[in-house]
Nanobody, 120 residues
Framework: QVQLVESGGGLVQAGGSLRLSCAAS????????MGWYRQAPGNERELVAAIVSGGSTNYADSVKGRFTISRDNAKNTVYLQMNSLKPEDTAVYYCNVEGTNWNGRKYDYWGQGTQVTVSS
């Protein structure tokens, strides 16, 4: 079955950088979008960045200019480069892949989450 495996989280000082990776395995067809969400304790899960099949991207206002989402289609892998990290970026980051299966139904897969902690 489909699995999304995340890596790259950790503890960094404010102003530092991290690069998150999310590798999808299994049979995945017709991916429409890949993205990153995050959730901090007591907060709602929010979209951080997304990239659609055509290559366009969008970002939360809070991370524009600091984060960059990219993908490697051959490897079914999506990345999130995070620069100039701030303590408010601290959260669990989740990878998401969505699309349309051969049966015409929408699918939505999630990674296990990876902790990002930014200390001041």
């Amino acid at each position: 079955q489909v699995q999304l495996v995340e890596s790259g989280g950790g503890l960094v000082q404010a102003g530092g950088s991290l690069r998150l990776s999310c590798a999808a395995s299994g049979s995945i067809f017709n991916i429409n979008a890949m993205g990153w969400y995050r959730q901090a304790p007591g907060n709602e899960r929010e979209l951080v960045a997304a990239i659609v099949s055509g290559g366009s991207t969008n970002y939360a206002d809070s991370v524009k200019g600091r984060f960059t989402i990219s993908r490697d289609n051959a490897k079914n892998t999506v990345y999130l480069q995070m620069n100039s990290l701030k303590p408010e970026d601290t959260a669990v980051y989740y990878c998401n892949v969505e699309g349309t299966n051969w049966n015409g139904r929408k699918y939505d897969y999630w990674g296990q989450g990876t902790q990002v902690t930014v200390s001041s």
